[in-house]
Nanobody, 115 residues
Framework: QVQLVESGGGLVQAGGSLRLSCAAS????????MGWYRQAPGKQRELVAIITSGNNTNVADSVKGRFTISRDNAKNTVYLQMNSLKPEDTAVYYC?????????WGQGTQVTVSS
Protein backbone atom coordinates (compact mmCIF):
# COMPACT_ATOMS: atom_id res chain seq x y z
CA GLN A 1 0.00 0.00 0.00
CA VAL A 2 1.06 3.54 -0.77
CA GLN A 3 -0.29 6.61 0.98
CA LEU A 4 -0.17 10.04 -0.63
CA VAL A 5 -0.37 13.30 1.30
CA GLU A 6 -0.90 16.46 -0.72
CA SER A 7 -0.44 20.09 0.21
CA GLY A 8 -0.16 23.50 -1.40
CA GLY A 9 -3.58 24.07 -2.92
CA GLY A 10 -5.47 27.27 -2.43
CA LEU A 11 -6.80 30.44 -3.97
CA VAL A 12 -4.64 32.62 -6.17
CA GLN A 13 -5.19 35.43 -8.64
CA ALA A 14 -4.61 34.97 -12.34
CA GLY A 15 -0.94 35.31 -13.12
CA GLY A 16 0.07 34.09 -9.71
CA SER A 17 1.86 30.95 -8.61
CA LEU A 18 1.31 27.94 -6.41
CA ARG A 19 3.46 24.98 -5.53
CA LEU A 20 1.85 21.62 -4.88
CA SER A 21 3.59 18.87 -2.94
CA CYS A 22 2.77 15.20 -2.61
CA ALA A 23 4.64 12.89 -0.27
CA ALA A 24 4.38 9.14 -0.75
CA SER A 25 4.84 6.62 2.02
CA UNK A 26 4.45 2.89 2.41
CA UNK A 27 5.63 0.27 -0.05
CA UNK A 28 7.76 2.51 -2.23
CA UNK A 29 9.78 0.69 -4.86
CA UNK A 30 11.61 1.79 -7.94
CA UNK A 31 11.00 2.26 -10.74
CA UNK A 32 7.83 4.24 -10.30
CA UNK A 33 5.99 7.20 -11.71
CA MET A 34 4.48 10.08 -9.79
CA GLY A 35 2.44 12.90 -11.16
CA TRP A 36 -0.54 15.17 -11.13
CA TYR A 37 -3.97 14.99 -12.69
CA ARG A 38 -6.77 17.51 -12.40
CA GLN A 39 -10.52 17.52 -12.70
CA ALA A 40 -12.82 20.51 -13.02
CA PRO A 41 -16.56 20.26 -12.30
CA GLY A 42 -18.36 18.64 -15.20
CA LYS A 43 -15.14 17.71 -16.95
CA GLN A 44 -13.06 14.58 -17.27
CA ARG A 45 -9.94 14.05 -15.24
CA GLU A 46 -6.90 14.96 -17.29
CA LEU A 47 -3.19 14.46 -17.01
CA VAL A 48 -1.21 17.52 -15.98
CA ALA A 49 2.32 16.19 -15.62
CA ILE A 50 4.12 13.01 -14.64
CA ILE A 51 7.69 12.21 -13.72
CA THR A 52 9.47 8.89 -13.40
CA SER A 53 11.92 7.90 -10.72
CA GLY A 54 14.55 8.44 -13.41
CA ASN A 55 13.37 12.06 -13.84
CA ASN A 56 11.81 11.62 -17.25
CA THR A 57 8.80 13.92 -17.57
CA ASN A 58 5.64 14.27 -19.60
CA VAL A 59 3.71 17.54 -19.39
CA ALA A 60 0.35 18.37 -20.90
CA ASP A 61 0.38 20.88 -23.71
CA SER A 62 -2.11 23.06 -21.87
CA VAL A 63 0.36 23.75 -19.06
CA LYS A 64 3.68 23.35 -20.85
CA GLY A 65 5.92 26.32 -20.22
CA ARG A 66 3.96 27.34 -17.14
CA PHE A 67 4.05 24.26 -14.89
CA THR A 68 7.14 22.36 -13.84
CA ILE A 69 7.13 18.94 -12.25
CA SER A 70 10.00 17.69 -10.14
CA ARG A 71 10.67 15.08 -7.49
CA ASP A 72 12.90 14.37 -4.55
CA ASN A 73 13.47 10.64 -4.44
CA ALA A 74 15.06 10.81 -0.99
CA LYS A 75 11.78 12.21 0.33
CA ASN A 76 9.51 10.28 -2.05
CA THR A 77 7.92 13.60 -2.85
CA VAL A 78 6.71 15.09 -6.12
CA TYR A 79 6.22 18.80 -6.68
CA LEU A 80 4.24 20.83 -9.16
CA GLN A 81 5.35 24.42 -9.55
CA MET A 82 2.50 26.31 -11.20
CA ASN A 83 3.28 29.73 -12.62
CA SER A 84 1.25 32.15 -14.71
CA LEU A 85 -1.93 30.56 -13.47
CA LYS A 86 -5.12 31.04 -15.43
CA PRO A 87 -8.76 30.68 -14.39
CA GLU A 88 -8.89 27.64 -16.67
CA ASP A 89 -6.46 25.94 -14.29
CA THR A 90 -9.11 25.87 -11.57
CA ALA A 91 -9.68 22.25 -10.61
CA VAL A 92 -9.12 19.60 -8.01
CA TYR A 93 -5.57 18.39 -8.43
CA TYR A 94 -4.87 14.74 -7.63
CA CYS A 95 -1.50 13.24 -6.89
CA UNK A 96 -0.85 9.91 -8.56
CA UNK A 97 1.65 7.14 -7.87
CA UNK A 98 2.24 4.18 -10.16
CA UNK A 99 4.48 1.16 -9.74
CA UNK A 100 4.18 -1.81 -12.03
CA UNK A 101 0.42 -2.46 -12.33
CA UNK A 102 -0.48 -0.67 -9.09
CA UNK A 103 -2.07 2.76 -9.14
CA UNK A 104 -2.63 5.05 -6.14
CA TRP A 105 -4.34 8.40 -5.76
CA GLY A 106 -4.22 11.21 -3.28
CA GLN A 107 -7.33 12.79 -1.83
CA GLY A 108 -7.12 15.81 -4.10
CA THR A 109 -6.38 19.44 -3.36
CA GLN A 110 -8.42 22.37 -4.63
CA VAL A 111 -6.75 24.99 -6.78
CA THR A 112 -8.83 28.06 -7.55
CA VAL A 113 -7.59 30.82 -9.83
CA SER A 114 -9.58 34.03 -9.81
CA SER A 115 -9.68 36.42 -12.75
Amino acid sequence: QVQLVESGGGLVQAGGSLRLSCAASGSIFSPNTMGWYRQAPGKQRELVAIITSGNNTNVADSVKGRFTISRDNAKNTVYLQMNSLKPEDTAVYYCNFRKWASNYWGQGTQVTVSS
